[in-house]
């Protein structure tokens, strides 16, 4: 099963993009599973920073989109943006 999560600022473009983008895979492919994270503009910095540290990642923009290797909450691996989301999901996906 092909799990992410998308996780970006309330009021970014590229997250809303996203979001979309990840809506029409869930719709279309059953075995693909989405968990949106959107947060408050005020703590967008402080979560993305606190989320890299966690995870030995480098990131600075939103969204921060990853693919979770087991259920929600195990080890992820990092995509980065939503260019890359969207590669990945034309290549790797479709």
Known sequence: ????VLAGKADCPYYAKAELLADVLQRN???CS???ICKHPEDWEQWLQDTCEKNG???????????ELVDRGGKGLFLG???DFMEHAQ???M
């Open 29 to 31: 492919l059953p075995s």
């Open 81 to 83: 943006s939503f260019s």
């Open 91 to 93: 290549v790797g996906l």
């Open 1 to 4: 099963m092909a799990g992410f």
């Open 34 to 36: 989405i968990h949106k």
């Open 57 to 67: 990642w480098k990131h600075k923009r939103s969204p921060i989109i990853w693919r």
